[in-house]
């Protein structure tokens, strides 16, 4: 060993010792913090589909490769991580011997071929996203970025680390090649080679450029030590445990979409017959109170920012950015947890639970950060701006296009949930619609007697339960389908295109009340459970003696389909929803509904949130319509399927005005319009009230119409009927 290679070993010893140490303590330290939060028992069970799921998100990349480009790109500087990380270690031989390799792999052909590959893959790769870096950083001419609020420096830095880190291991390589200590054949080893004779017969080359991979991958190690919140660094170790732990392992999609987690407290479902507001946690008012899934969430955040650019509140300028309000949570988090972690914090009736001499050593800036409010104006130094916890529609669209599944719908509800049950404190338009709820059992507040009043004039009888001997499917009307003019067109037609095929159905009638999807979205708890109670008591009864196959509800509403489907069992009622599309596909498909009339014009299909996103229902409105349309086809909007633009109407706020920005409903019709069809086809009550505002808004009523899927088929299968309910029905405006 010459006096280099000491040098160089010295120097390599000394930094990744200070790396090594630094790193243990900031994990240590992310550890406590994430433990901070809440018990979450739920997410240690199916540890085998957990696995699956894991192994299969990450190796498989599903989630990133959405993003085609940047997810293979992606993938390979993944794997070269990874993969590579074992020449990070090779080098710590190399710096000590120029002729130093990994023991018993380290000769192997098939590893110096698999290494080149991927290294010049991975350098390729790391190249690609440090040129859509720049391409979308915040600062550039016209349009938001997605990075947007990312901090930028990490970014760069990261980026920078992984080049070097690849272009050094070929280096190390080339000097081996120029001093002929390297071992790998041509043809396995092509770039290492072209490289190596390109550079000098230097001896000491190896160690040195041993040492350099050495210092560079440790400097990278020391920085992500004293910045544990450095996401975008971080994540590459968090996101599998982020994975593994996500809500529903066995979901195809986002696993926080579908069914809101329920409320709990200490990690048991709150049961409001007997929780105690002075014992039990009602929502999220302190950051501690998220569960420690919560807090892991925060810590994996990798800044990428594809949340926020699908986001409709962010892009019709509204203040929620879903990585922005993740990104304060962490930072909060963070800031909070010396106080925390010396014992302080506030009980539930907000009383410091830590003593004077807990508290004596803790810094200042960590007591000033545990004296914000989680929610609240930057005048009252709030965490997170009202504004911005209201502008969420609960669209789903930041889970489905978060790479490490965090769960942003969750988390926004949780702290809505305290807002509205202790502090009554959520827009004001929103209480009549509650008070609706709480005494009409419809958030439009009209008389239960007029729920069957959209019967009135069909040619047909509409059977109720108990008033049949048997039914095969329970129509769920929802309220929208009872009440509003546009909604009850579609009801019409659902009904009458089930009594054209001869499907054996009933409905509730005046037993029927709310299903509780704007209550709990809006994060009244209370209110959701007092109806979806009473609701499955009703449904219950209605299939008493059946098996759950064979309780059968057909719903109008992705709201009502996605809440009696995914959230009713949590409740003790179990049934098998579909939605009316869906139905209507199948009897299209079995020869129980003809087309016979192809509807003109072009038709362009807007996949609502909760029947889409949500539920992963794509295919059926589309079959509905592509046999109504013969031999014409769907003219998509560039933003559909699982990403498709919400309506603005979701997470209750189609009972809130839109004060801040750009109308959401209005972006959508524009996007609609933009296709040229003549005919905008929804499948969700919420969408048609909204497309059809934005519509008018827009000066095209007489232009472009805004109707359902169901009404589309009708006028096909019966289009002199369709007509006459066209005349008669009446638009409401």
Not at 437 to 451: C, D, F, H, V, Y
Not at 555 to 584: K, S
Not at 710 to 719: G, N
Request: charged letters at 20%.
């Amino acid at each position: 060993m010459g006096s280099v290679q000491i040098v160089a070993t010295v120097l390599a010893a000394a930094i990744t010792a200070v790396a090594v140490g630094l790193a243990v303590r900031a994990v240590l330290k992310m550890v406590a913090v994430i433990r901070l939060g809440q018990p979450a028992p739920e997410r240690l069970a199916d540890k085998g589909a957990r696995t699956r799921t894991m192994l299969v998100e990450t190796a498989g990349h599903t989630r990133m490769l959405k993003w085609s480009v940047v997810g293979a790109a992606h993938w390979f500087v993944m794997v070269g991580f990874i993969v590579l990380s074992l020449l990070v270690l090779e080098a710590y031989f190399e710096v000590v011997s120029s002729t130093g390799e990994l023991p018993i792999i380290g000769h192997w052909t098939v590893f110096g071929l698999a290494t080149e590959i991927i290294g010049v893959l991975g350098l390729l790769g790391i190249l690609v996203l440090m040129a859509i870096r720049l391409r979308n950083r915040p600062n550039r001419p016209g349009g938001r970025s997605r990075f947007t609020g990312s901090t930028m420096w990490q970014g760069y830095f990261v980026e920078w680390v992984v080049l070097l880190v690849l272009i050094f291991g070929f280096v190390i390589r080339g000097f081996k090649v120029s001093t002929d200590h390297f071992e790998y054949p041509v043809w396995a080893t092509p770039f290492s080679h072209a490289l190596g004779n390109a550079l000098p017969a230097w001896e000491s080359g190896v160690s040195v450029a041993a040492l350099i991979k050495i210092v560079i991958s440790m400097t990278w190690l020391i920085v992500i030590s004293l910045n544990v919140t450095m996401g975008v660094a971080w994540h590459r170790f968090l996101a599998f445990f982020n994975i593994f732990f996500k809500r529903e392992p066995a979901k195809a999609a986002g696993s926080g979409l579908g069914a809101l987690r329920p409320m709990t407290s200490n990690g048991k479902p709150l049961d409001f017959e007997e929780a105690d507001p002075e014992k039990d946690q009602f929502g999220v008012a302190q950051v501690e109170q998220f569960t420690w899934k919560g807090l892991l969430d925060f810590s994996t955040c990798t800044e990428c920012g594809r949340c926020q650019s699908q986001c409709p509140a962010w892009n019709t300028g509204k203040p929620l950015s879903p990585k922005l309000l993740v990104l304060s949570l962490r930072d909060h988090a963070y800031a909070k947890a010396p106080y925390l972690l010396a014992g302080g914090g506030k009980d539930l009736t907000g009383e410091e639970k830590a003593t004077a001499a807990q508290l004596a050593h803790v810094d200042v800036l960590a007591l000033a950060e545990a004296d914000k409010p989680l929610i609240g104006t930057a005048e009252s130094g709030g965490v997170i701006d009202p504004d911005v916890l209201w502008s969420c529609t609960t669209c789903g669209a930041c889970v489905e296009q978060c790479p490490v599944d965090i769960e942003h719908v969750d988390h926004i509800v949780d702290m809505r949930r305290y807002q509205v049950l202790i502090e009554s404190n959520f827009p004001s338009e929103a209480g009549v619609m509650l008070r609706n709820l709480e005494n009409k059992g419809n958030p439009w507040g009209a008389p239960q007697s007029t729920r069957e009043d959209w019967t009135k004039g069909l040619d047909f009888e509409v059977p109720r339960v108990g008033e049949v001997d048997d039914f095969e499917y329970l129509f769920w009307v929802g309220c929208a389908g009872a009440f509003e003019d546009r909604a009850k067109k579609t009801t019409r037609a659902v009904a009458t295109l089930l009594n054209e095929a001869g499907v054996s159905f009933a409905i509730l009638g005046e037993g029927e009340t709310c299903s509780g999807d704007p209550a709990r979205r809006i994060g009244n708890e209370f209110v959701f459970q007092m109806l979806a109670q009473q609701n499955v008591e009703t449904l219950n009864e209605a299939f008493e003696g059946r098996e759950k196959s064979k309780r059968k509800i057909v719903a109008t509403c992705p709201h009502c389909f996605n809440t009696l489907g995914n959230e009713y069992d949590q409740l003790g009622g179990e049934f098998e929803v579909v939605h009316h599309t869906q139905l209507l596909a199948h009897l299209v498909a079995t020869g129980r509904l003809t087309p016979v009339q192809p509807v003109d014009g072009g038709v362009t299909y807007h996949d609502p949130c909760y029947l889409g996103r949500h539920n992963r229902v794509f295919a059926a409105p589309r079959e509905v319509l592509g046999s109504a349309l013969g031999e014409a086809e769907i003219t998509e909007m560039p933003r559909n399927s699982e990403r498709s633009f919400c309506c603005g109407a979701g997470g209750a706020r189609m009972w809130m005005e839109e004060k801040i920005g750009k109308r959401i409903n209005v972006e959508r019709v524009e996007e609609a319009m933009a296709t040229g069809a003549k005919t905008v086809a929804v499948g969700c009550p919420f969408c048609s009230t909204m497309l059809s505002d934005g519509v008018n808004g827009k000066g095209a009523g007489e232009q472009v119409e805004v109707i359902d899927v169901a009404s589309v088929l009708l006028r096909s299968v019966k289009p002199e009927q369709a007509q006459g309910d066209k005349e008669a029905e009446p638009v409401a405006g």
